[in-house]
């Protein structure tokens, strides 16, 4: 091997630390090569590594009954559903590449998402997406610029999960101005399969062929995995090399024949190149495998004949594959790939030496111990700052803000207000089993084939989380749970994504800390095993950090096409009724955010023993047939709840209203309306059936309140303390679905 001098500033220029270097040193017994630095350096990024984040990890609950694969041990867990059929799952972030790139970058995560998902074996049924951006009103040149981030990473969801036919079925979107400048861009994707077709991705076998299949390997993507290691600067967004490019049409070919390979029962292993491209897929199906693997470059499928080792080794091109096959199948591999036109190449073998060895021709360029690579990265206990509670809000020093105006102003915000503006952009019907589409509290999709209702959502407060990290999880995983009760469905595992600042900055460690500790707290409580996740940091620009934003997506079952529930209300006449307590928390809320532009005060407590009492209790009455919508209490309280509850499904339906009665709170008006204390639910029920749900919630000693009536005329009234106040739902409504196509068709 020929070594060029490694200088120190090379070393810093990948991301290495002295102490890492000298690391590698120890482990080669020798200086690297600088295909081999190049190779150390992203493995052993964050990104790859999870090298500040993988102790923190471990406090995750990751096993249950129902878990086939944990978490961390392949691309993605897999869930057990019945009947021999299995659900595959993973949410991934592509937050950076996203700020520079909207458009491909959004893309190129979906597509990211979904090969995990089908390297599994599995068939990618459905796409969820949580997105957060800066603030979008007004004519600034940050609105301006958030305003263009939204258009294009909307666009490029929309294309990827069209072109190749995996529907987008639903989500979330928040705005905040701690998004200035770092949007988070994070994509979920379910898959299924028998649990006889779960596909590993170890290299096994001595002897066998190692092939690689898919797109021609080009300098797109180069070096994206250190590039997500680090902050946004000016300097940083100059990298637009390291945005992949991404092509549906191409991937839908590789899905397909990926599959049929792996009901061939000719593969040894399979694994998708992701991040890091060649060099992550080599050395984690090495390393999983206890085996080595040697490849030679030259026999690199490639976009351009003048590309380096280095670059080769390192390309993040998209959709391509190393699939390692059981020797002697060679034929029926190469037929496979040929039949569904992918370009492909036998690039090596599987040895027993436990090397990653990486060859151009007769030169060895990389040799390196595999294990080393993939698991023995450095890690971190980064320091965490101590944390003080923010003092809770004195209610005395806050103005009441106009009740009747402060509604229209809650449904107008853009993080509650509809986002039809994004969804009708996806094609959410494609496959044609999407029950309940974007819009309610999660989407429901029918397996046909395994013939099961999926429930799905993706949560997370991040306001309540910036205030107080450890609860502002804890509210997530209960938001989720929330939902998926509300929509008839148990659930059954969650995935997450954890985006924070810089790790090294003790107040964001401290964040990602305390979020980790919340969700833990909240699957033991559920017992919801986590099935892997993603950690995205350094998703800080030159204005500031990101508020902590740990995303939760749980997916839950329903047991019966039946127990479908919509949050909306379905005819005059049904009785509304509130399961949970009144409330009075109005830290974090979005009532302070919209009328005192505050973010403070202490969020919402959470108290597990009665969210799981209010979600069993629910259910319950779900599964004798006595609900007829049930609707989450979430941001903008009570009274953003029920005006949602009063839009209907479809444009055809006349709106309805409500009569509404809280009688004596002895509550400030704005604090019974808007304030956000968790655990509560709206439903509904038929008059006629009204006195037995009351009779079984007063047995089950759950809290509730009778609140009143749907009515035909599309008026919502609400009586606090003997002050009645009154909306026409039209109006409501057309706050509500104009506010975010109002906001884009700004300058």
Known sequence: MHHPSISADLISEHGLTPDEYQKILSILGREPSLEELGVFSVMWSEHCSYKNSRPELRKFPTTGEKVLVKAGEENAGVIDVGDGWAVCFKIESHNHPSAIEPFQGAATGVGGIIRDIFTMGARPAFLLD???????????????????????????????????????IGGEIYFDASYNGNPLVNVFCLGTLRHEQIARGAAKGVGN??????????????????????????ESKADRPAVQVGDPFREKLLLEACLELLASGCVAGIQDMGAAGLTCSTCETASRGGTGVEIDLDLVPKRATDLTPYEILLSESQERMLVIVNEGQEAPVKKIFEKWELPYALIGRVTNDGMM????????VVEIPARALADDAPLYSREAAPWTAPAPLDLTSLPCADVQSTLLLLLAHPSIASKHWVWRQYDYMVQNSTVVPPGSDAAVFYLREADKFLAATSDCNAIYCSLDPKEGAKAAVAEAARNLACSG?????????????????PESFYQLRAAVEGISEGCRAFDIPVTGGNVSLYNESQHSSIDPTPTVAVVGLIDDRAHITTSYFKEAGDVIFLLGNLGNELGGSHYLLVSQGRKEGLPPRIDFEHEKKINTQLLTLIRSGLVRSAHDCSEGGLAVTLAESCFKKSKEAPLLGASITLGKTGLRPDVALFNETSGRIVFSTSAAKADEVEKLLRDSGAPFY?????????????????????????TLHHTWSRALPNMMQVG
Do not use: M
Request: include cysteine; proline fraction near 4%; charged fraction near 20%.
């Open 357 to 364: 060895r990486v060859r151009t021709g007769k030169e060895t």
């Open 130 to 168: 949580s997105l957060r951006f800066g603030t979008i009103e007004g004519d600034s040149v940050q609105a301006r610029t958030n305003r263009r981030l939204l258009a294009g990473v909307t666009a490029g969801i929309s294309h990827y999960g069209n072109c190749i036919g995996v529907p987008t």
């Open 209 to 234: 062929p190692v092939f690689y299949v898919g797109a021609e390997t080009g300098r797109d993507g180069l070096a994206g995995a250190a590039f997500a290691s680090r902050e946004l600067t000016e």
């Open 489 to 505: 469905a148990n659930s059954i595992g969650l995935t997450d994504n954890l985006n924070f600042g810089n790790p090294h900055k």
């Open 706 to 730: 009778r609140l009143g009536v749907v009515t035909e005329a599309p008026e919502l009234s609400i009586e606090v303390d003997g002050i009645k106040y009154e909306w026409n739902t039209p």
